[in-house]
């Protein structure tokens, strides 16, 4: 009988040797690498960014009230996430951090999938944002062309929308605006 491997669990050093144009995670003790995001996917971020950014962030046509950051560093607990997109909401969070990370859980997250980067959302990170209290949790799908929102019931995800296309919608936590999902889409 052979003995198997032991897996150390990753550490902030091996994130930190990734080359530059990686983007890296712990996630569960792994470390997770991926290139920087492809077009359609970092279109779909952007537009994402600027229309709640400037509705919920700085209070454009909108009510305020938000930090919304993109690819925001994560340290909750052992992990180091990186969504596409965070939001704290101010009360929970009055000033940014003075460090290059966040040990606060947002309030909100958006994931936009990839072929490469959708199992790890969905089967890994998902749970973990649960788990950790994140209250809502969007997937966007630059391929499919979809929105799904979730929010957290008891530390699970129960989905509380499904959009596609050029739907006009009004999504929590940030229903207060309409979000034109046309957008989105490269």
Known sequence: MSALPIRKPATYD????????????????????????????????????????SRFDMGDDGPGGWWILDEPELHLGD?????????????????????AWFELAPDWLCEVLSPSTAR???????????????????????????LEAYENQQGRWMLIAAH?????????????????????WA
């Open 14 to 53: 091996d994130l930190l040797a990734l080359p530059a144009n990686r983007v890296g995670q712990i996630v569960n003790g792994m470390l997770y690498s991926q290139p920087r995001p492809a077009p359609r996917h970092a279109r779909s971020s952007s537009m994402l960014g600027i229309n709640l950014g």
């Open 164 to 184: 596609a296309d050029q739907d006009v919608v009004r999504v929590a936590p940030f229903a207060a605006a309409p979000l034109e999902l046309a957008w989105l």
């Open 79 to 99: 992990d180091v996430l990186v969504p596409d997109l965070a939001g704290w909401r101010r009360e929970r969070m009055p000033a940014l951090p003075e460090t």
């Open 120 to 146: 790890l959302d969905r089967s890994e990170k998902m749970p973990l944002y649960a788990a950790l209290g994140v209250a809502h949790l969007w997937l966007v799908d630059p391929e499919l062309r979809t």
